[in-house]
């Protein structure tokens, strides 16, 4: 294969991995030193009722019941159920916002307040993100498919770019240099 | 751009690299592993329980060190915390095994559950280590992990650079970067605003 068609693999593929490959950059540091970057000022309140069943709904049946009425987006934590009198509180939440939802069981009042996690959560979120969040749109459950595609090209990225760098630019010292980080990640994940 | 600083440029992107190479396949791999956990049955576990009668000396670090280094119990503590019946529990893990010892003061005993993890399991683990803590080994690891995602941010910055160099009028080049760009940052903007 030509160097010229070798060169524009590796720079289309780069180029389709870029923004995955610097949001996965930061959130392996923010991982390894265990930093707290969600936000959790409330900015905005509401409220409204909702018609549900209660009485005949478990308590995870019930916030997603409440959670569908209100057409909002989000996993419903089971840990974060909480009964107080006649209220269920339970929290709503995806990558880039938690809802803390109070429903009063009597009224079928809900009154939630909304709290954004903040650009740098998201952005940290998107190594774990796979799509399959309840009441996602198809434009979030693409991500699914742009990971894979992502991860696939990055790879042909790299192997391509390391093929290009033997082939044609070789220097001993940046062999060496390889050579000393395989066998250092290789030997550190026999030692742990 | 000078010819010199393109070379410079290059070759921090070729060195930005490296750590990735030697990463990047177990972490692709190990996510196939987690993501598809049912076809490998990558949580799986086999677990063996041993008890072992303790003297009834006091409880100190060093009596913990010197017992797990007599029963081969190595590994990083991930957790300690105490029962109701006041037994000390303490859980070690590494990728290949993981340690829960319980030690019974009242009983003076001690008993120690070990869960192996099959190969999937143990691509997982080493794919969710992480941080500075515990022995040296999980330290160096740690240092590896920071220098992987620095360079990761300096592979793709660098690339960009030398795209904009020696490919700058090249359309398809461009409608990459946009649809990259777009799609990401719409993306990103949902989850802020919905």
């Known amino acids: 294969m030509k160097k010229s068609l070798l ?46 069943n209660s009485e005949e709904l478990e308590d995870r049946q019930l916030a997603e019941a409440i959670r569908d009425k209100l057409d909002l987006m989000g996993w419903t934590p089971f840990w974060l159920f909480k009964h107080e009198a006649q209220d269920f509180h339970f929290t709503i939440t995806h990558p880039g916002r938690n809802y803390h939802v109070d429903f009063n069981q009597l009224t079928g009042v809900v009154q939630v307040a909304e709290a954004p996690k903040g650009f740098l959560a998201v952005l940290n979120s998107l190594h774990f993100l796979n799509g399959h969040i309840p009441n996602a749109p198809l434009l979030l459950r693409s991500w699914a498919i742009y990971q894979w595609l992502a991860l696939f090209t990055m790879l042909i990225s790299l192997f391509v770019g390391i093929w290009l760098w033997y082939k044609y630019r070789y220097r001993t010292q940046e062999g060496v240099v390889l050579g000393a980080f395989l066998a250092l990640s290789l030997l550190l994940m026999l030692l742990i | 751009m000078k010819p010199s600083t393109y070379n410079i440029v290059r070759k ?14 177990m972490f692709v791999i190990s996510s196939y592993f987690m993501i598809h956990y049912e076809w490998f ?16 000396d006091q409880v100190s670090e060093e009596n913990w060190a010197n017992f797990l280094s007599e029963n081969g119990i190595s590994g990083k503590l991930t957790n300690e915390r105490e029962s109701p019946e006041g037994d000390i529990i303490r859980e070690y893990a590494r990728a290949s095994k993981e340690h829960q010892v319980t030690l019974s003061v ?89």
């Open chain 2, 12 to 25: 921090i992107h070729l060195y930005a690299s490296f750590p990735i190479v030697a990463l990047l396949l």
């Open chain 2, 106 to 194: 009242q009983n003076n005993q001690v008993e120690i559950i070990t869960y192996k993890t099959n190969i999937a399991g143990f691509m997982a683990e080493i794919h969710r280590i992480r941080g500075y803590s515990g022995p040296w080994q999980y330290q160096v690891y740690a240092v590896l992990l920071d220098i992987v995602g620095i360079s990761l941010i300096v592979f793709a910055i660098t690339g960009a650079i030398l795209w904009l160099k020696l490919l700058k009028n090249d359309v398809f080049a461009w409608a990459i970067f946009a649809a990259g760009l777009i799609y990401v940052g719409v993306v990103m903007l949902y989850l802020m605003i919905v």
């Open chain 2, 41 to 56: 049955n990558t949580y799986e576990r086999d677990e063996e329980v041993v008890q072992i009668e303790v003297s009834g």
């Open chain 1, 7 to 52: 060169i524009k693999i590796h720079l289309y593929c780069g180029l389709f991995t870029l923004f995955y490959l610097v949001a996965f950059g930061f959130s392996s540091i923010v991982l390894n030193h265990n930093l707290e970057l969600e936000k959790t000022t409330i900015s905005d309140r509401w409220e409204t009722v909702v018609k549900v």
